[in-house]
């Protein structure tokens, strides 16, 4: 019995000793043991001084100004800086639209360095390169699509001092979703706490107003504008902007004291973003094409909206041709602006581009398209792509850009901008 006991032993000793311990007490398991507490421990140190440092830099920045929304917001981000710009508040911001950018207080760009992709730690970025500049506002679009990520983003990234909402539409439902409810709850996890919010949405404007009032934020609708906007300042423009974004960023400049023809005399100079909604002609050996930019409408209710615009801008056009820029990464994106698409004016073609065209064409069919209006194009480059749009238009058509803006799509938008005699205006 005793030797079977110190067989055990023994076994158990060989056993320990083979992983490194021992039963006397291993001196490298506690030098081990000390030097992960250690790591943990400086990381934790590092952690709190870091936000330390975050909110002093935030607590430098007067002004913070954080821009979410399911459309429109690279576009009002852009606005609103360029109003604070033209009145003089040095500003840095940051968009996340079809090209993430810094813009500078003196209007110059700089590119987002994604070394690993996108994260919501570009905020913090952003944040310090704003105190850097010693810029007296910052504004921000919103990055976060995770209900989280927004709370995150606001609560403790930015902590803005005016909160702004574009609109809350049925997009990244797979995220945000299922329902447009669910959107607008998600976005409005970046309404401030004792600021001010601004939305221009007005089917879940109440909603919005019940959270800012809960937020102890002051409410104010994009509409409630001291001056009108009118005509001539959409005109103005050198792009197809919406009268809605452009009605948000006043109403955010005139809470900062900014008066309209000083903001909307920034406006107007101010550079779109790629993705903005440019309508470009192109006269090409007795064929006409008008091409608008849609891409960017991701939404189905903004890009039915664009597209019933559109058609009704350009009547005289003999073709309506759809391109629908699809991603098979994207494939619940393509499946509901496809079932969407059923419902809307039909186009005479209905071209195909990208990775995901299979998707979108399978749920457009299923929903009632006739699949002899459908045109597959296995090619990515844009001159490729406009000699089959060529083809198509007959003597005169409209062409409009739909869908993802990735890839061919921006592509597909620089050719007909630097070829054509000219961007339309509303």
Not at 153 to 166: D, F, N, P, Q, Y
Not at 351 to 368: C, D, E, H, M, N
């Amino acid at each position: 019995m005793i030797k079977s006991r110190v067989a055990t032993g023994q076994r158990a000793d060989t056993w320990l000793a083979v992983r490194g311990f021992s039963r006397h007490g291993d001196v490298h398991l506690t030098t081990e043991i000390l030097i992960i507490l250690t790591a943990f421990g400086v990381l934790a140190l590092l952690g709190v001084v870091e936000f330390i440092l975050h909110r002093r830099r935030l607590a430098k920045i007067p002004i913070r100004i954080h821009v979410n929304g399911t459309r429109g917001k690279t576009s009002v981000t852009r606005l609103i800086t360029a109003g604070l710009r033209e009145a003089g508040i040095r500003c840095v911001a940051k968009t996340t639209g079809t090209v993430p950018r810094f813009i500078l207080p003196n209007g110059r760009e700089v590119p987002v360095y994604r070394p690993g992709g996108a994260n919501i730690i570009e905020q913090k970025q952003a944040v310090t390169m704003a105190a850097a500049q010693r810029a007296e506002a910052l504004v921000v679009e919103c990055m976060a699509l995770q209900p989280q990520l927004q709370w995150l983003s606001e609560a403790k990234l930015v902590r803005a001092t005016h909160g702004v909402i574009t609109n809350a539409r049925p997009d990244h439902l797979d995220v945000m979703g299922p329902t447009e409810e669910d959107v607008a709850r998600a976005l409005a996890a970046t309404v401030p706490f004792d600021g001010v919010f601004l939305t221009a949405e007005k089917k879940h404007r109440p909603f919005f107003q019940q959270v800012a009032e809960e937020r102890r934020s002051r409410f104010r609708a994009a509409q409630d504008l001291r001056r009108p906007i009118t005509n001539f300042d959409m005109n103005a423009f050198s792009y197809l902007e919406h009268e809605e974004n452009v009605q948000l960023a006043l109403a955010t400049c005139e809470e900062l004291g900014i008066d309209a023809e000083t903001a909307l005399r920034g406006m107007w100079r101010a550079k779109p973003d790629p993705g903005a909604m440019i309508e470009a002609s192109i006269e090409f050996f007795g064929r006409q094409l008008v091409f608008v930019n849609g891409f960017a409408a991701n939404d189905p209710i903004s890009t039915k909206y664009i597209w019933e615009q559109s058609l009704e801008r350009h009547r005289d056009l003999k073709k309506r041709i759809a391109v629908f820029n699809c991603r098979a990464d994207r494939a619940d994106r393509s499946e509901q602006l496809a079932r969407s698409y059923a419902d809307w004016v039909q186009a005479d073609e209905v071209v195909l581009l990208g990775t995901g065209q299979y998707i979108f064409a399978r749920a457009a069919v299923k929903s009632g398209l006739d699949p002899t209006r459908l045109v597959f194009v296995d090619r990515s480059h844009p001159a490729d792509i406009f000699e089959i749009l060529l083809g198509l238009a007959e003597s005169s058509a409209l062409v409009m850009g739909l869908g993802n803006i990735a890839g061919p799509g921006l592509a597909l938008v620089e050719y007909f901008a630097n070829r054509g005699t000219g961007h339309a205006r509303v």
